[in-house]
């Protein structure tokens, strides 16, 4: 079976800032696949670019077997009933002049489905992220956050689709919500055979709902695997430094955290060689070279002295 989604060489620039420089990854059906990286490293623009929300230049993107890179909106839109977006902002991304009913019914209006009983489909969304009936006829400003991103939720899933495309899913929210959210996103994930792509820098989330996941800088993988593998077995430096500086909730854990040199460079100039070796506590004179992308066994790395090989 081929993947949902495939991409290949994605490569995004805006002037001169070349934000995207080859992005490659694949999701399998059912998959949820993680995305992680500092502020900066590209990771918002990846799903975007994805979605045709941004652009891009070079590389290929492939949904359920078609090229839709490129393809124009007018193409696009039929597309976008299988393909949804959870927006980073859960309450700036819902318009504060419609109830939540017009809100999550809004996807059949679009795609011009006049025969759905809206309130029932209403009914039916907010039921599947767990928020009473009655909540149809409030209004953004009266949700609590986590109601909210559940809302952003009910939105996604409007027309059914096969892809879900979730930038920061439990960004602004307290710990025991980012749980409860977590557990409905996997939840219905089983329950209806979705397949995720889930962008963020929490790595508690990504070990509680990513199969497989992505390490992003300045807009390269520079590592990707299991999650289980790259929690274990991290290859890359960079991959090292992020695990080491997870929170710990154990008081009493000893913490071996990994300091990382300077600020990430400018993505006008990037460094020539490695573009991680001016902040790599492992780096040495082979850094100059340019290191190619390697797999062992599913675990892919770009490193000239990675670990664990």
């Not at 081929?2 to 620039?13: G, H, N």
């Not at 999701?27 to 929300?53: C, D, F, H, N, P």
């Not at 859960?90 to 759905?116: A, D, F, V």
Request: hydrophobic share 40%; glycine share 8%.
């Amino acid at each position: 079976m081929s993947p949902i989604l495939e991409v290949k060489d994605l490569q995004t620039s805006f002037g001169e800032v070349n934000v995207l420089a080859g992005v490659s990854f694949a999701v399998e059906q059912g998959e949820t696949y993680a995305m992680v990286g500092e502020s900066g490293s590209g990771k918002t623009t990846v799903i975007r670019a994805i979605a045709g929300l941004a652009p891009a230049q070079a590389g290929s993107v492939k949904f359920d077997g078609q090229e839709i890179r490129g393809i124009g909106e007018r193409a696009l839109r039929p597309l976008r009933k299988d393909i949804a977006m959870m927006f980073q902002d859960p309450t700036g991304s819902l318009s504060p002049r419609l109830t939540i009913r017009n809100l999550i019914t809004e996807p059949h209006k679009i795609q011009g489905m006049k025969n759905r009983d809206l309130d029932a489909e209403a009914k039916r969304l907010l039921e599947l992220v767990n928020l009473p009936a009655h909540f149809a006829d409030r209004y953004p400003y009266q949700l609590s956050g986590g109601q909210a991103r559940r809302v952003g939720v009910a939105r996604a899933l409007a027309l059914e689709p096969k892809l879900i495309l979730a930038d920061e899913p439990t960004a602004g929210l307290d710990v025991s919500v980012q749980g409860e959210l977590l557990n409905l996103l996997n939840d219905l994930r089983e329950r209806l055979g979705l397949s995720m792509v889930i962008i963020t820098h929490n790595l508690n989330v990504v070990r509680h709902v990513a199969d497989r996941m992505g390490i992003l800088y300045l807009g390269r993988l520079v590592e990707e695997g299991t999650t289980e593998a790259i929690f274990h077995e991290p290859r890359h430096p960079y991959t090292n430094c992020l695990l080491s500086a997870n929170p710990e909730p154990d008081p009493d854990a000893r913490l071996d955290r990994i300091a990382l040199k300077g600020e990430p460079p400018s993505l006008i100039r990037r460094p020539s060689g490695c573009e991680f070796r001016d902040r790599c506590p492992m780096a040495s004179d082979v850094c100059s070279q340019v290191p190619q992308w390697k797999v062992t066994n599913g675990h892919g790395v770009r490193c000239l002295t990675p670990r664990h090989l």
